[in-house]
């Protein structure tokens, strides 16, 4: 949905507003840190290149992983690989 905003009254100049309104097919996925191999992590903040998580998810990584909640199907998965 588009909306004009006028800098003046009767002046016909604006500025278009958009908003994004689309939803990702990625879930709350974004809504936390993954669980990836150390390297893989590495190589990905340098060379820009996606890395796969435990759970599956794709991506390129750009935010601290601190500032999340780690992914619930990561920890599982990572809980049943270290035998707990």
Known sequence: MARMTTDAPGTGTGTLL????RTTDDGDHDRFSHVVRKADA???YVTG????ALCGKRWVPTRDPDRY???P????????????
């Open 18 to 21: 958009e908003e994004d309104l």
């Open 42 to 44: 590495a190589r990905a």
């Open 49 to 52: 290149e996606a890395i796969t």
């Open 69 to 71: 909640p780690v992914c």
């Open 73 to 84: 199907t990561c920890k599982e998965i990572l809980a049943t690989l270290r035998g707990v």
